[in-house]
């Protein structure tokens, strides 16, 4: 028989080696995963070499794998399932009416313009009678890009078209005119009943707006007028000399007569003590001369009157000369008494229907189209 082999105990000292291996090995396996568990945790890469631009890993985190690509996660059987798409609809290119149609099923759309707001969004401005056979009704409301929400009131913008509903800084020409109550239809649960009040309500505000543009026109048709152009539509245009605005008008205004066959009548105003003077001087020099009249207009609007030039004819102005201009400030105030805010030039003329229309600003050239009469003039050699 074979002797029994001898076990040797370990010493004392070689069981603290072993022990002492163990837990270094065990320090290094947490450390290692420590490190790698903190560098792959999303946000705690090294800055990449450029934002916005592929990123690239510094050195430092060559050896830990990149995040898959989608493209790799499909390949390998992990792709994520799709995001749910956003129940919102894209806009698109062309207005969408549906939501104007059912909420005031006897209107009719005249025009829809994309107004752009900046960083790629719009709405659409929509021109448009809220009863068709009433010509009473027109007026504006905005849509938004993808044609699901509907916005009544007045629109700031550098052109500042006036609406004449209430307090307002610059409305688009009839914006009160628009669905007073279009948007709380929109959220009503009965669409039918609360689209039949809307248009009333619409209805109504469109009256009445309507009226108080034809007081303001019949003030404006009451007041003196400096006339630089011949034509059988009458474009009123209160102004003021110093103004920047008007000068842009007056540039445009022999294209535009033209056009549309404008008889353009400027009123002077002031809108502070240092035009004051000058509006009291033009209108002095135009009651006593015509042709001298439209001449110091033009060099007015032109800047290339000077006062510096006419300090004698300016000192030289009684109290009854600057009581020429004040019918026309006293109108003018009345007018930003209802409308505050309302700037020069204040433009209004009569449309193809009849209706004042009212512009604070330079109107759009699209603006004067309502000028154009109701029968269409015959071409010359027509006939």
């Known amino acids: 028989m074979s002797p029994s082999p001898t076990v040797e105990k370990p010493s004392v000292s070689t069981g603290r080696k072993i022990t002492f291996g163990i837990l270094a090995v065990a320090a290094i396996a947490v450390a290692v995963g420590a490190a790698y568990w903190a560098g792959g945790r999303p946000g705690n890469y090294d800055r990449a070499v450029e934002i916005g631009s592929v990123q690239t890993l510094s050195p430092a985190h060559a050896s830990i794998p ?11 059987g992990n792709a994520k399932p799709a995001p749910t798409p956003n129940t ?23 025009n829809a313009e994309r107004l752009d707001l900046g960083q790629d969004t719009w709405i659409w401005e929509i021109d448009m009678l809220a009863d068709k056979d009433d010509p009473n009704t027109g007026g504006f409301v905005y849509l938004s890009a993808d044609g699901t929400k509907l916005l009544n009131g007045p629109l700031m913008d550098k052109r500042s078209r006036i609406g004449l509903g209430g307090p307002a800084r610059a409305p688009s020409p009839a914006s009160t005119d628009a669905a007073i109550s279009a948007s709380s239809t929109a959220r009503a649960s009965s669409v039918q009943a609360d689209a039949r009040t809307g248009e009333d309500a619409m209805k109504d505000q469109a009256i009445k707006a309507n009226k108080q543009r034809e007081m303001f026109m019949s003030g404006i048709e009451q007041l003196p007028y400096i006339s630089t152009t011949t034509g059988g539509n009458p474009v009123y245009v209160m102004f003021d000399p110093l103004c920047s ?14 056009a549309y066959n404008v008889e353009f009548r400027w009123i002077p105003i002031f809108n502070n003590e240092k035009s004051y003077p000058l509006s009291a001087l033009l209108r002095k020099t135009y009651d006593q001369d015509h042709v ?20 004698q004819e300016i000192s030289q102005l009684t109290e009854g000369d600057y009581g020429l201009i004040k019918p026309a400030a006293q109108v003018y105030m009345s007018i930003n008494e209802v409308m505050p805010g309302v ?22 050239s699209t603006d004067w189209i309502s000028l154009k009469p109701l029968t269409p003039v015959m071409e010359k050699g027509e006939g």
């Open 66 to 76: 990149a995040p898959l690509t989608v493209d790799e996660e499909q390949r390998s």
């Open 88 to 110: 919102m609809r894209a806009p698109t290119a062309v207005a969408d009416m549906s939501l104007i149609h059912r909420l005031l099923p006897n209107s009719l759309i005249r």
């Open 292 to 311: 001298k009249g439209v001449e110091m207009l033009k060099g007015m609007l032109s800047k290339t009157w000077k006062s510096d030039d006419h300090i």
């Open 245 to 258: 605005a008007c000068a842009k008008l007056y540039k445009q205004h022999q294209a535009v007569s033209d």
């Open 343 to 364: 700037g020069t030039p204040y433009v209004m003329f009569r449309n193809a229907t009849g209706n004042p229309e009212a512009f604070s600003g330079v109107p759009l």
